[in-house]
């Protein structure tokens, strides 16, 4: 009845695959748990994740080549063979015993259901100060808020999706690194192909440190340029700039950036980071790098 496809870079993800086995046995449901190691170079996560092949129903493939986020959920996709596909990123976790259970019974013909995602409340938590800060006030949102703009909130961390849908739409494989969701919800949309939001999460595990958060939110930036016509209307950040840009304010926040860069870092990578600061962090690096004249 559903296929569980996993992907993973680096993530040792043994312990969610053991979780979504034993929630998928408890229940009696066909399946088969899928996972796809995006050539990752560190060889302790691959040399424990190799142990995935020992549980029934469960395969881990090698990838050889780094084929980026998009790609590699478009391959697990094709290698499905249950009608329902429930994609999980690696460094998720079920919050609730009945998870599985809750996605099935909220399965319905070609669409796609969500169910969200938290970070767990502690005073030491295992990735920067920024990310657990932004990931709490900004990116948790219950069902009820999700639904009222559906495609705007898709996010490909986890969901389930009648398998059905894949054959109209796929991500899109250009976008290699960063929002590649809004690019999906986007065509979702376009193809009229319906997502519900349910209040059924998962926790975001991930362990980024500040320093390397901030050079994955430069790289998913730079990434958006080849893609800002269509985007433009959909992604706040790419919103924001066109307004800058028709008041001629651009070159003037470039420079503000570029004076003040050091002391945003320090603050973003630090113990109290601004969110404030964050977003004009992102807005700055945007006006770098695109340096139209105003």
Partial sequence: MVSILIPTHNQICIDLVQAMHGQATKAHLPFEIIVADDASTDSQAKAVNRSIKQLPYCSYIELKQN???????NFLVSRAEYPYILLMDADTFPVHTQFLMNYIQSARPGSIVCGGFIYKRTSNPSMCQLRYKYGIQVEESPAKKRNDKPYDKFISMCFLADKTVFECIRFDEDMHFGYEDAQFGLQLQQAKI???HIDNPVYHQTTDEASAYLQKIERSIH????????LQAHIRLLAFYQKLHKAGLTTVVRSLFQLFRPLLIRNLTGKHPSLHLFAFYKLGYLCEIIKNPD
């Fill in 194 to 196: 319906p997502i519900y």
């Fill in 67 to 73: 084929i980026g986020p998009a790609r590699i959920r």
């Fill in 223 to 230: 990434n958006l340029l080849p893609h800002i016509d269509v």
